[in-house]
């Protein structure tokens, strides 16, 4: 129904930036808003910063000042530039779109496989 395909991961060192985009794509409603979870080895899977439709943005604050979300809505975009990374910015970071797919009355839930991201010298 929708697919959500995650770009941009790779490695970097400390310091460094990165950009992730993420495109959804397929029969849907409509979208509500769209962002970032990322799953750190043996931690649980956390937001990383996530956008309304309306513009409001919500960022984990161990990424507040570095990380900034922006989105497209006319072609179902959302990136999220990540400057001066640090070694525990290490995780696998997944899109997410929350919003109305099967039905135009239920809100849900899709994410994307996820892109690797690594942070280290």
């Known amino acids: ?19 992730l ?16 979870y990322r799953q750190a080895p043996g931690k649980e899977r956390e937001l990383v910063a996530s956008m309304t439709n309306e513009g409001n943005t919500n960022y984990a604050e161990s990424v507040k000042g570095r990380f900034t979300i922006s989105r497209d809505h006319t ?28 039905d135009y009355n239920v809100l849900s839930d899709y994410w994307g496989q996820g892109t690797q991201v690594t942070v280290s010298s």
């Open 75 to 102: 072609k179902n975009t959302v990136t999220l530039q990540m400057n001066s990374l640090r070694p525990d910015d290490t995780a696998v970071y997944y899109c997410n779109a929350d919003g109305y797919f099967s």
């Open 21 to 36: 985009s993420c495109a959804a794509s397929g029969s849907f409603f409509g979208i509500n808003s769209m962002g970032w």
């Open 1 to 19: 129904q929708v697919r959500l395909v995650e770009s941009g991961g790779g490695l970097v060192q400390p310091g460094g930036s990165l950009r």
